[in-house]
């Protein structure tokens, strides 16, 4: 060991030493081949027991101070390209660390405008939480995700003083380190601020209509915030400031004319004249890119059919969806298409009005959800033959224990997908909806909706879902089957009838559920949720990737609007409205949205194999890629949002 405050340090947050991450300046990385989740593999050097590392002529020193660690890493060679530490934290899913509730989330990464600041939140359900801080200049960070299970679990952190040449060259030869405990992200601000000897600015609420104010809070002393070059003075730890125009805005605060630290709120001009135009901005050549089934790829039709309801039949509209529910009711089988088409005749083990060559489940209940919405919308008769006909198909899924099961090419064994995508949502629409015109169905759709409301809540705090089972780690545990978990239970208290039991199981999964949900003060990541495989479909189609702002964001949010609506804690009305304005605020100002925001500074790379099939560019953006399918899913879930009065 290099000396007790390593040891020490490695003892309480590592599952392996640190090390040093390098490439070296003859080394192309663009033309190597590569595994899944990296875009390459770097080079690795370990420190001997005086933290010297001979390959690199790294040195390393370790002391505990402040509440924390003081990591310093120096180099005195010339040849390196990438130059870093490896920080190999006990990342939740790791073996033998004592379970997923005493491991770590890379949840709250932040970079101020220009990435001269840049700290790094993990959250531990137990409370131990991290804040990693960079004290000196450093290029930024990647995560090295799995190499195995697409990806989906954290490996490896590491922090950069310098990218590989591949993407910038910087020849810095020193990095340094904070790395300490916070009981909240509040407190880890404290800890920025005060290493920093800089003011943080924050806030409570993302988002603000333009002519409004909004407050600005900041962590340290200063004079005044600078927002589009306008000054708002200190208000005694806070700041007012007025939101213009439309798009996200950086605030920074200013202690005697030095700059700190920003945050970046979303300000809009009107929240149903910004969904019109998300709805007419809409475009087929974007869903041309995706696999166009059933539930990620056909959320704009819902989100369009429901708009249609609100203010009237369009024609401009209906054209943008027509094609997708022409293709959802082929009945001429040499056209059908797997994972969009409904099938009215039962054929090669599939029931009738099951999606075409698809066993995953979610894509049934949304299609059945699209249908329902369709008939009420156009009226069409044939559309309630769909609608009842696939929910009834997707229902013949349910066990007698009221779980909702499938078995897809990669399972082992039969699985639980009752709270994958949260299918009691059109289990229950589709009860309600059907109670005056045909009573029997909806008596049956109500209990299968009380099965699957009742599992879920004996199953505890078990969140299977939809992943591919490996040996290499532990079970993954899934931020959206847990959100799900917490939405199934709520919905049904909201909707059909309230169980005080549910409520409270519902608090517990949200309070544990918290260390998911992102604190960084960036208004596309500020309460999203914490995910990062999606990001190998959509978008770029180059992760793995953090996906912040993501379209599933929306079952945290609109679980917490439901148990502020139970309950009248408005606390969770702000979690709510925080939630929805992740995915509002990737939105541009002509409608056009896109899947996510990408922090990641290097991306996993997609599904390639080799580096010259890579794009080496530093991401730390929206995609280039617009989206309008799965974006549009947090205009489906919005209607009750959109009609409370204290929102938006």
């Keep these: 060991m290099i000396n007790s405050a390593y040891e020490e340090l490695i003892n309480s947050y590592f599952v392996n030493d640190i090390s040093v991450t390098y490439t070296l300046k003859t080394d192309d990385i663009t033309v190597c081949d590569k595994p899944q989740g990296t875009p390459y593999l770097s080079r690795k050097d370990e420190f001997d027991d005086k933290g010297y590392a001979k390959k690199t002529q790294s040195k390393l020193s370790v002391c505990a101070k402040n509440g924390g660690f003081y990591l310093s890493l120096t180099t005195e ?12 934290f006990k990342f939740m899913g790791k073996k033998n660390c004592g379970g997923w509730k005493k491991q770590y989330l890379f949840n ?11 700290f790094c939140y993990l959250t ?16 930024g960070w990647k995560m090295d995700y799995s190499l195995f299970s697409g990806g989906q679990y954290f490996d490896n952190l590491k922090i950069l003083a310098d990218f590989d040449k591949a993407y910038k060259i910087s020849n810095r030869k020193t990095l340094d380190v904070y790395i300490g405990e916070a009981g909240s992200y509040l407190a880890a601000l404290k800890k920025v601020s005060f290493l920093k000897k800089l003011p943080v600015a924050h806030y409570e609420k993302s988002f603000v209509r333009a002519g409004e104010y909004i407050r600005i809070d900041v962590t340290g002393d200063f004079d005044y915030v600078v927002a589009e070059n306008e000054k708002y003075n200190n208000l005694g730890g806070y700041a007012l400031v007025k939101g213009n125009g439309y798009g996200l805005i950086t605030c920074t605060p200013y202690k005697s004319g030095a700059r700190g630290i920003d945050c970046t709120f979303y300000c809009y001009d009107d929240i149903e004249k910004l969904r019109e135009r998300s709805m007419f901005s809409v475009s087929q050549k974007d869903n041309a890119l995706t696999d166009g089934n059933d539930c990620e790829w056909k959320c704009h039709v819902t989100a369009i059919l429901k708009y249609m309801q609100d203010y009237g039949f369009n024609a401009a509209l209906y054209e943008k969806i027509k094609p997708d529910l022409d293709v959802m009711t082929e009945r001429n089988e040499d056209k059908a298409k797997d994972r969009q088409t409904v099938y009215y ?16 489940v979610q894509e049934q209940f949304f299609a059945a959800g699209i249908f329902f919405e369709a008939y009420k919308t156009l009226g069409e008769k044939k559309y309630l033959e769909y609608a009842t006909g696939a929910m ?3 229902l013949k899924r349910q066990s007698a224990d009221g779980a909702i099961k499938t078995t897809l090419e990669w399972s082992v064994k039969e699985e639980d997908y009752t709270t994958v995508c949260c299918l009691i949502i059109p289990v229950i629409d589709a009860a309600i909806f059907l109670e005056k015109i045909d009573k029997a169905r909806s008596d ?4 299968c909706a009380a099965k699957m409301a009742r599992h879920v809540y004996e199953r505890g705090f078990d969140f299977p879902t939809e992943t591919v089972l490996q040996t290499e780690a532990e079970p993954f545990i899934e931020e959206g089957s847990m959100s799900c978990s917490a939405l199934t239970l709520l919905y049904y208290c909201s909707r059909v009838k309230f169980v005080k039991e549910y409520v409270v199981r519902a608090k517990e999964i949200l309070d544990m559920h918290e260390n998911w949900v992102v604190k960084t003060p960036f208004a596309p990541m500020f309460h999203s949720t914490l995910r990062w495989w999606e990001t190998k479909w959509e978008g770029d189609k180059d992760g793995n990737a953090l996906c912040m702002g993501h379209a599933w964001t929306i079952w945290r949010a609109e679980a917490d609007y439901l148990y502020y609506t139970l309950t009248g804690d408005e606390k969770y009305l702000l ?3 925080n939630g929805y304005a992740s995915n509002f605020s990737k939105i541009n100002e002509e409608g056009k949205s896109f899947t996510c925001y990408q922090p990641d500074y290097i991306t996993g790379g997609g599904f390639t194999t080799s580096g010259k099939q890579v794009t080496f560019k530093i991401a730390h953006d929206f995609p280039k890629q617009t989206d309008s399918g799965l974006s549009r899913y947090a205009w489906a879930r919005a209607e009750d949002i959109l009609k409370e009065k204290s929102g938006f």
């Design 575 to 577: 979690k709510a409205l």
């Design 77 to 88: 060679s010339d040849e390196l390209s990438e130059f870093g530490l490896n920080l190999p």
């Design 124 to 139: 531990n359900p137990e409370g131990k939480n991290l804040i990693l801080v960079c004290l000196s200049e450093a290029d």
């Design 444 to 447: 049956r759709y109500f209990e």
């Design 108 to 118: 709250s990464p932040y970079a101020s405008l220009c990435s001269e600041h840049i």
């Design 392 to 394: 009834d198909c997707a």
């Design 345 to 360: 005749k039962a054929r090669k083990g599939f029931s009738e009005y099951n999606v075409f060559n698809s066993d995953r």
